[in-house]
């Protein structure tokens, strides 16, 4: 006979089974017609980050949602100004917020921004890359990183950040265009394993 103690440990490891085994539906919402380079290297960037630390992403988007796919958890990401290479935003030494997750009384909400705009003004290079689908790839990228970011504090339900790696809360634009950029290890082993 299985004790009280033994049947809640196993309840946990099969709960974080099924947890680990269910990807985050991510729904995404852009304000202005994105280059599909950017988009693609955005959700692979992103989708590389998380899934090193177990999480993995099915992508939708907010246009196409019939309400007929059940997610244990989802996020809905709104992806406002151009994520395309124009040409036309002036460089900025300016500190820019580049995303956001809604707070409410403490409470951390499925629902996240990116600032392609903010973005595409620290990267001057990318914006104005001769070689268009290059820079939109390389655009996609970072903005993959700020994706990434986001929804560390979406699904994770958390406000917290690291004093170092993609879960600080300030990133140098040298840190965001890097070979390598993700989060450290101890960011996820500080969160409940309920929602990993």
């Known amino acids: 006979m299985l004790r009280l103690p033994v049947l809640g440990g196993l309840l946990t490891l099969l709960a974080r089974v099924l947890m ?8 995404l919402d852009f304000d202005e017609p994105p280059s599909n380079a950017a988009v693609e290297a955005m959700q692979k960037e992103a989708s590389s980050i998380l899934e090193r ?11 196409e949602n019939r309400g007929n796919e059940p997610f244990e958890r989802l996020v809905v990401v709104k992806l406002t100004g151009g994520c395309v290479c124009g ?3 002036p460089r900025t030494r300016e500190t820019l917020v580049l995303g956001t997750t809604a707070v409410d009384s403490g409470r951390v909400l499925p629902y996240s921004q990116v600032r392609c705009d903010a973005v595409r003004r620290l990267l001057p ?4 890359a001769a070689d268009r689908r290059l820079g939109e790839a390389a655009l996609g990228r970072v903005l993959g990183r700020v994706l990434a970011h986001e929804l560390y504090h ?11 790696g993609l879960a600080k ?9 890097s070979d390598e950029f993700s989060f450290d290890g101890a960011d996820w082993e500080l969160q409940p394993a309920a929602v990993r």
């Not at 979406?154 to 690291?162: E, P």
């Not at 809360?169 to 265009?177: A, S, V």
């Open 20 to 27: 680990a085994a269910s990807p985050v539906g991510v729904y």
């Open 125 to 128: 290079e990318i914006e104005y």
């Open 169 to 177: 809360g300030f990133q140098t634009t040298d840190e965001l265009k």
């Open 87 to 89: 040409g036309f935003l």
């Open 53 to 63: 630390v177990g999480i993995r992403i099915a992508w939708r988007l907010v246009s």
């Open 154 to 164: 979406a699904v994770l339900g958390t406000v917290h950040h690291a004093a170092s």
